[in-house]
């Protein structure tokens, strides 16, 4: 066989790859679709009622739940608990720099930040925040993490490679969730003010009060289309505005449930979700801005995070033990803590399919 003849049949070979994969991911598609989420399983978790956000670290299929006074990690091939980061009293978000393997808690409690190693969950040291940390994020433009300070209304700064402090920015308000670009722009919701701050991660400022009020009261959860610039910010006046984060103006806006806590977005079936404690996880279609499916969860399930290879969301939730008035979180029942799962059944892995789990 000649060089040409060699160079071309590997040359259709390459194609007829590249044509496969394509295929593949257009059928994928297509299935889910096509096909409906609901919860396929839940699993009692051990251990107090309280909780904030999740995380997700897809190269080690791990979940990273905050649960009072610690982070409980959970293997979701394996479904199981397989460690946890202690002393967090009162964590709020873990952020996740996977590539330095480093995690942070942000302990609104002692308003500290927790660093630890993500292979071993071994905490490796402790640094001071402003008053209560909420919401924290890993910035891996700038190997900066950003921490929230909710009722300082500031950014603690982290300069993860040397685990030091390198700066305070000051944006005033009560700062919520938190979504970077990956380009060096970091945004965060303001929700007592109705905006969105823009940072740029760079050079530690406040670059623009992006005014959000027309449609949105109160943003809490958000989320980001890093490739199209677009923000999905969940707010308590039940909906979910779709946020151009160049321009800051208002592409759309959906309803969503009552008490929507948080937002995520899944590039591949390009989907956003919005989960809320009335009990209902939002399905938007982000090209054609139509709600899709509206997931009945179980109520208190606010918080959402998705495990983007397999196209699954984690939620936590609990019974409720007494009603409670408006705007009050109520009390809930001991011992009901748990851990739900929503998915396409037909695409579940297998190995999601354990027996130990309650399936719906």
């Known amino acids: 066989m000649n060089q040409l003849t060699l160079f071309k049949t590997m040359r259709i070979s390459t194609c007829a790859k590249c044509f496969s994969v394509l295929l593949f991911s257009l059928v994928a598609i297509a299935q889910a679709n096509a096909a409906e989420f609901r919860v396929i399983a839940k699993l009692p978790l051990a251990g107090s009622t309280k ?30 608990l ?101 380009k060096g722009r970091l945004f965060v919701n303001v929700e007592d003010k109705n905006v969105l701050a823009v940072i740029d991660t760079e050079k530690l400022a406040v670059t623009a009060m992006l005014d959000i009020s027309s449609e949105c009261d109160s943003p809490t959860g958000l989320s980001i289309d890093a490739a199209k610039e677009r923000l999905f910010v969940g707010c308590r006046n039940q909906k979910m505005a779709v946020v151009d984060g160049l321009t800051g103006s208002i592409i759309a806006s959906v309803p969503v449930g009552k008490g929507c806590d948080a937002t995520d977005f899944d590039p591949f079936l390009k989907q956003a ?56 979180r109520p009390n809930l029942k001991p011992g009901t803590f748990q851990l739900l799962t929503v998915g396409i059944p037909d695409n579940e892995p297998a190995s999601a399919r354990a027996s130990t789990l309650i399936w719906q």
């Open 51 to 80: 909780w904030d956000y999740l995380s997700f670290e897809p190269s080690s299929n791990r979940l990273f739940i905050t649960h009072g006074d610690r982070v409980d990690v959970f293997d979701t091939s394996e479904k199981k």
């Open 82 to 182: 397989v460690g946890s980061i202690p002393d967090t009293v009162g964590v709020h978000g873990v952020a996740i720099a996977s590539k330095l393997n480093r995690g942070y808690t942000s302990n609104g409690v002692s308003s500290t930040v927790t660093i630890f190693e993500l292979s071993s969950l071994k905490v490796l040291g402790t640094l001071p925040t402003g008053k209560k940390p909420d919401a924290i994020i890993f910035d891996a433009h700038t190997n900066r993490v950003f921490v929230a300070n909710g009722d300082s209304g500031t950014l603690t700064v982290i300069d993860a490679l040397a685990s030091q402090l390198v700066g305070t920015i000051v944006i005033g308000g009560k700062l919520e969730f938190e979504a970077v670009d990956g």
């Open 273 to 328: 979700y919005a989960s809320s404690g009335d009990g209902t996880l939002t399905v938007l279609n982000t090209e054609t801005y139509r709600v899709e499916q509206v997931v009945q969860t179980q109520t208190t399930a606010r918080t959402v995070a998705l495990d983007p290879l397999h196209h699954v969301l984690y939620l936590v939730a609990a019974e409720i033990e007494a009603p409670a008035g408006e705007g009050v």
